[in-house]
C-alpha cells in the first residue's frame, strides 16, 4: 500500500503513480491513495486517469483513512477511487471569528492521541520556516519556490489544527500552482499575520498538555 503525496517536488504524485503502473506486474498492481490538500471533483478524476485507487484529503481523517484501507485490503477494484470527506470550508478566504482560526475537532483529536508535547515546537518551527522561505521567493519572484513552501505549509497546518491557516493557504497554492501570484492584495502580509496568530492560538489551546513554545 502507498500513500501518494500528488504535489512532491520533482516528480509529482501522479507522474509517479503513472510510472508504477507501467512496471512489472509484481509491483504495477500495489494500491495507491493519493493525499492532496485539494479535492475538487477535477482532481479526483485525475488521481483516476493516474491509476491511483484512492483519495484522502489533507490533513488525513484516522476514520477515512481506516475506511479506505478496509477497502482496499479487500476486493480492489483497479482504478476505483473513493472520496474522503473534505476538511471544512468556510467557502472563502476571509476568517474573522476566532473560532475560525482552529479545527475543534483536529484539536481534541490531537489532545486525545497526547502527542503535542513533542509536535507542536517542531511543527510551529517548520511553519516559520515554510513562511520565510515563501517570504524569500515572493521578494525573488520564483513562482516554483513559493509553490513548494505553500504546498509544505497547507500540510502542516492542516496536521496541526490551524483551520484558517490551512483554508488560506490552500487557496493561494491553487492560484500559484496555476503559475499566477494570488490577486488579493496584502496577500502576503495578510498570511504572515494570520500565521503569528493561529501560533498563539495553538499554544493557548495546548498549554496544559505540556507542550512548549
Known amino acids: 500500500m502507498i500513500l501518494m503525496d500528488v504535489e512532491m517536488p520533482v516528480l509529482g504524485g501522479m507522474a509517479a503513480t503513472r510510472q508504477l503502473r507501467e512496471m512489472s506486474d509484481g509491483v504495477r498492481s500495489i494500491p495507491v491513495i493519493a493525499l492532496t490538500g485539494h479535492s475538487s471533483a477535477q482532481d479526483m478524476q485525475a488521481a483516476r486517469d493516474a491509476g491511483m485507487d484512492g483519495f484522502l484529503s489533507k490533513p488525513v481523517n484516522v476514520v477515512a483513512l481506516r475506511k ?19 476538511s471544512p470550508s468556510s467557502g472563502g478566504v476571509a476568517f474573522t471569528a476566532a473560532g475560525s482560526l482552529l479545527d ?3 484539536i481534541a483529536l490531537l489532545k486525545r492521541m497526547n502527542i503535542m508535547v513533542d509536535l507542536l515546537p517542531d511543527g510551529l518551527a517548520q511553519v516559520r520556516e515554510h513562511v520565510g522561505q515563501l517570504e524569500e521567493a515572493v521578494r525573488r519572484n520564483d513562482l516554483s519556490a513559493a509553490r513548494q513552501a505553500l504546498h509544505s505549509l497547507v500540510g502542516l497546518s492542516g496536521e496541526l489544527g490551524a483551520r484558517a ?32 496568530e493561529s501560533e498563539r492560538a495553538l499554544q493557548a489551546s495546548f498549554s496544559g498538555d505540556g507542550a512548549a513554545p
Open 68 to 86: 479506505e484501507l478496509a477497502r482496499l485490503i479487500g476486493q480492489r477494484p483497479v482504478g476505483e477511487v473513493s472520496a474522503s470527506p473534505a
Open 104 to 106: 475543534a475537532e483536529r
Open 165 to 196: 491557516m490551512f483554508e488560506i493557504t490552500k487557496h493561494h497554492s491553487r492560484a500559484v500552482g496555476g503559475n499566477v501570484w494570488p490577486s488579493e492584495p496584502n496577500w502576503l502580509e495578510q498570511l504572515v499575520a494570520l500565521t503569528l
